[in-house]
């Protein structure tokens, strides 16, 4: 399967602060990037999907101006939580699909804690 | 709105028997995809197999194999000579195909290996 890789693996930062998360597609292009959050013994809960060179589809309940989205490249996402609280921290998660491909490939997700 | 549902929160199999995971799914479209995933302990989700909705023929990958009941919209985890490895968290999950390629995820299965 596609190669997906995602930085940082882990960041604590202090309430109040930004955090960029970075997900890259390493093996083709990917027109369509997604947001998951997960939270512990849960399943995967989508948050936004990314297209490249638009602006980011948010899933009901989530607020874009809190998660921002940017896929600027074909082989690059980013995620921005800003102005981070306590109840931000959560695993995320990015996939790709690649042009024409049905499957998603999963980045090995960004553990948040807010202090 | 498509849901996916896995019945059995917890499952175990003593090592290099077969166990069954359960997944049922609602939808009221013709053509779409069906996915199980895999989640050990490092969060990684690793795809397992995948299922297009066209295709009778039963997805087989090693010792994972499907159980595709388009009819009854059933899509069962088969996992044959269990081992160590396999224990895990798995999630079945739903595409509706062309134009979207979301996914939506049932709740998971915890699968324990005994040795």
């Known amino acids: 399967g596609a190669v997906v890789s995602q930085h940082p693996s882990w960041v604590i930062c202090k309430s109040g602060t930004s955090v960029k998360i970075e997900c890259r597609s390493l093996d083709f292009q990917a027109t369509t990037m997604f947001w998951y959050r997960q939270f512990p013994k849960q399943s995967l809960m989508l948050m936004a999907t990314?297209?490249?060179?638009?602006?980011?589809?948010?899933e009901q309940g989530v607020e874009k101006d809190k998660f921002l989205i940017n896929h600027a490249s074909l082989t690059l996402s980013t995620l921005t939580v800003t102005s981070a609280h306590p109840e931000d921290s959560s695993f995320y998660i990015c996939?790709?699909?690649?042009?024409?491909?049905?499957?998603?490939?999963f980045g090995p997700g960004t553990r948040l804690l807010v202090l | 709105a498509q849901t996916v549902t896995q019945s059995q929160p917890e499952m175990s199999v003593q090592e290099a028997e077969t166990v069954t995971l359960s997944c049922t799914y609602d939808t009221s479209e013709s053509d779409y995809y069906l996915f199980w995933y895999k989640q050990p302990p490092s969060r990684q989700m690793i795809l397992v197999i995948r299922q297009e909705a066209y295709k009778q023929q039963n997805a087989t990958e090693n010792r994972f194999s499907v159980n595709f009941q388009k009819a009854a919209k059933s899509f069962s985890l088969k996992i044959s000579d269990s081992q160590l490895g396999d224990a895990a968290m798995y999630f079945c999950?739903?595409?509706?195909?062309?134009?979207?390629?979301?996914?939506?995820f049932g709740k998971g299965t915890k699968l324990s290996v005994i040795p």
């Open positions: 996939s790709d699909r690649g042009i024409g491909q049905e499957t998603q490939y």
């Open positions: 990314s297209n490249e060179g638009s602006k980011a589809t948010y």
């Open positions: 999950a739903y595409s509706p195909g062309a134009g979207s390629y979301q996914l939506t």
